[in-house]
């Protein structure tokens, strides 16, 4: 199982970006996805997952300006985060089902 994610970079706060995480090795179509993300000294949290029928869940702090789409053809799911915080720096991790983990992918939002 492969979970590759890409796109973090440097924002300012307000900015967007768009994280990709694209699955090898399993049948994604089946798979709940979830992105979580581990801020400096703190423990890992979930900030958005969708569930193979498409029922998406936010964490609080993100409603309203992150989205979690995902697309079974390309075994690909995306994070399209907006009107970043400098709250929302941190490693972004794609995780599928219960067990399997991506390498992260780092944010930094500069205030």
């Known amino acids: 199982v492969q979970l590759q994610a890409s796109g973090g970079g440097l924002v300012q706060a307000g900015g967007s970006l768009r994280l990709t995480c694209k699955a090898r090795?399993?049948?994604?179509?089946?798979?709940?996805m979830g992105w979580y993300r581990q801020a400096p000294g703190k423990q890992r949290e979930l900030v958005a997952s969708?569930?193979?029928?498409?029922?998406?869940t936010y964490a609080d702090s993100v409603k309203g300006r992150f989205t979690v789409s995902r697309d079974n053809a390309w075994r690909t799911v995306y994070l399209q985060m907006n009107n970043l915080k400098f709250e929302d720096t941190g490693v972004y991790f794609c995780?599928?089902?219960?067990?399997?983990w991506g390498k992260g992918t780092l944010v930094t939002v500069s205030s």
């Open positions: 995780k599928a089902g219960q067990n399997h």
């Open positions: 969708i569930t193979s029928g498409g029922t998406k």
């Open positions: 090795g399993i049948n994604f179509k089946i798979y709940e």
